[in-house]
């Protein structure tokens, strides 16, 4: 099925290039950056990147800002809050939380693609609150309890 999500350019970025799908079952649309003018990244340093534009998306959708596994390997490159959390109710820029976990600084040029966008289904949820909860094998266990 097919989801349409609406996409606003916000001004100035009219030259900034839209999410874009780099082959045609990729998961992610990747992102573009939409500083005005290069950003540079100290190693340790992170920076709220702009993507230039807002969505509506149906109710039933989030959208996952995540990082591009090239910039992390090459540059240790990546999202700090990964994935990242596109509320369908969000109407503001969406922007991307880069840090830079390289030895070199990292310079982002505009339009430079510097994360992807990946869509999900969330379901519907309600809490119900109980006294107790039903038995299984695991239990309380977690957290490694099952070895190695
Ligand atoms: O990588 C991200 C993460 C979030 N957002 C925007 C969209 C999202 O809907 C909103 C809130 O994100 P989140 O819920 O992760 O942050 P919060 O710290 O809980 O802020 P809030 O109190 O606004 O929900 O910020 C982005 O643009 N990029
Ligand atoms: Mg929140």
Redesign the pocket.
Known sequence: MLHYVQIHRLPGNEDVKLPVKMSELAAGFDLHAAVPEPVVLQPGERK?IP?GFAMAMPAELEAQ?RPRSGLAFKHGIT?L?S?????A??R??????LINLGQEPFTIERNERIAQMVFQTVPAVAFAEVEELSETVRGTGGFGHTGK
């Open positions: 709220l993507a800002i999202c809050n994935p990242g959390t596109i509320d109710d969000y503001g820029e969406v922007k991307v939380l």
